[in-house]
């Protein structure tokens, strides 16, 4: 789970590449917000398939 504070979309671009990132929030969003359908730890198709959420406006 990450906190991204910038508007670099490189930076942005290279973390959501990132497979050791799960989540990634960007602005002024809690890292403990989660909304129905964002993914998280202990989904059965983590098994078959990463899995990634963006929250915030890239």
Do not use: C, F, Q
């Not at 989904?43 to 990463?50: I, T, V």
């Amino acid at each position: 789970m990450l906190s991204a504070l910038t508007r670099d979309h490189a930076l942005l671009d290279a973390l959501l590449a990132e497979p050791a990132i799960a989540n990634v929030y960007v602005g002024d969003h809690p890292t403990y917000w989660m909304a129905p359908g964002v993914p998280h730890d202990s989904y059965l198709s983590d098994l078959l398939m990463r899995s990634k959420a963006v929250v915030g406006a890239l």
